[in-house]
């Protein structure tokens, strides 16, 4: 008899969230059209508790504390959304179109303008805002929600 052995791995966000926030922060080496400016590959930094997601860069509403996760050249958010009224209604507006993209807070530690272009060389990620229209182009944002018919079928599988 054959056998065969594979790694599986299952996730799921918690209980009752609105759903999983998806996006890039930002690419390595992409230009801002509205800022002139680009981030050298490995130019940011985090804390390691995350930092925090609010809406249009506005302190005053934070949705949540996030990790951000690198992947390449790409800085990656990837969290399920809180079961909260922002969390809720963070979920509804990406799906319905108002907010497309994320932005970066940042404070620049070391810099240079080389032709009117900002390099970003060297900074720290201080927050993300969920915003309508993104300085980078390659910043979008989505949300989406586990299917639960196929996590009860897969279970029932395993």
């Not at 958010?77 to 969390?87: F, Q, R, S």
């Amino acid at each position: 008899m054959d056998e065969l052995r594979v790694a599986i791995e299952l996730r799921d966000g918690p209980e009752g969230s609105p759903g999983l926030l998806s996006g890039t922060l930002l690419t390595y080496g992409e230009v801002s059209p509205s800022h002139l400016e680009l981030f050298e590959p490995g130019a940011l930094s985090w804390p390691d508790a995350g930092i925090v997601l609010n809406r249009q860069h506005n302190r005053g509403m934070p949705i949540m504390r996030v990790l951000p996760q690198l992947d390449g050249n790409r800085v990656l958010l990837n969290a399920p959304l809180p079961d909260t009224v922002a969390g809720r209604d963070a979920a509804q507006e990406v799906r319905n179109g108002l907010f497309r993209g994320l932005s970066v807070e940042f404070h620049a530690l070391r810099d240079m303008y080389r032709n009117g272009l900002r390099h970003v060389q060297e900074a720290v990620l201080k927050g993300a805002g969920l915003v309508a229209d993104p300085s980078y182009t390659g910043s979008l944002v989505s949300v989406r929600s586990a299917d639960p018919i196929i996590r009860r079928s897969l279970a029932a599988w395993l």
